[in-house]
C-alpha cells in the first residue's frame, strides 16, 4: 500500500500510509448481503420440475455475479486500490483498478489544512479533508479520511516543516 521505496525521493521517507475510511464498504456488504438472500430465494422457489428450470437457474445465476461484480466487487476494488500516502515531501493520492491515477502535491505548496466531519464521521472517526495547494487543482476534498484529526495535525506538521526549511520532518 501506498508509494513503494523506488519511488521516495533522496531523504524522503513515507510518515503515514492508508486506504479511505472503511464506511466505504459499508453500502457494499449489504448489498452482497441482499443478493446471495434475493438469488438463494430465487433458487428455492424454482420449481425443480419446470420445463425450463436449468435456463431459468442459469439467469439467476447471471444476475447475481453481474450484481455482485457492480454492487460489492467493484467498490471494494475501487476502496483497495485508492491510498493515501502522506512522506516528508509530499501527499500522494492513488486511485485506479485497471488503469492508475497518481497526484502529488507538495508540501511546499501546500496553502491550508482543513477538515470537515459529521455527526456520524466523528463517531467514526473519519471526515473529508481539505487541503489548499498552489497548484493547477487548487482545493481538494478527500472524502472518508480515517482517523481524520491524526492526519491533519501531521500534514499541517509537515507543512509548517517544509515552510521552516526542516524538509526531513523529524
Not at 59 to 69: G, I, K, M, P, Y
Not at 72 to 81: A, D, G, Q
Not at 127 to 132: A, F, N, P, R, Y
Request: net charge negative.
Amino acid at each position: 500500500m501506498g508509494l513503494p521505496e523506488h519511488h521516495l525521493t533522496a531523504g524522503e521517507r513515507v510518515v503515514h500510509s492508508f486506504h479511505p475510511h472503511w464506511k466505504r464498504l459499508i453500502l457494499p456488504f449489504f448489498a452482497l448481503i441482499l443478493v446471495i438472500a434475493a438469488s438463494s430465494t430465487a433458487f428455492y422457489f424454482i420449481p425443480v420440475d419446470y420445463e425450463y428450470v436449468r435456463y431459468a437457474w442459469i439467469a439467476v445465476a447471471v444476475v447475481s455475479v453481474v450484481a455482485l461484480a457492480l454492487w460489492s466487487f467493484i467498490p471494494y476494488l475501487r476502496w483497495k486500490t485508492t491510498s493515501y500516502t502522506l512522506t516528508t515531501h509530499r501527499f500522494n493520492i492513488s486511485t485506479g483498478i485497471l488503469s492508475k491515477s497518481d497526484d502529488d502535491i507538495p508540501l511546499a505548496k501546500v496553502n491550508s489544512v482543513s477538515s470537515d466531519q459529521t455527526f456520524v464521521e466523528r463517531m467514526l472517526g473519519c471526515g473529508t479533508l481539505v487541503v489548499e495547494s498552489a497548484s493547477d487543482k487548487g482545493e481538494i476534498n478527500l472524502r472518508d479520511i480515517p482517523k481524520i484529526q491524526a492526519v491533519r495535525s501531521e500534514l499541517f506538521r509537515l507543512v509548517e516543516d517544509a515552510s521552516d526549511g526542516d524538509i526531513d520532518g523529524r
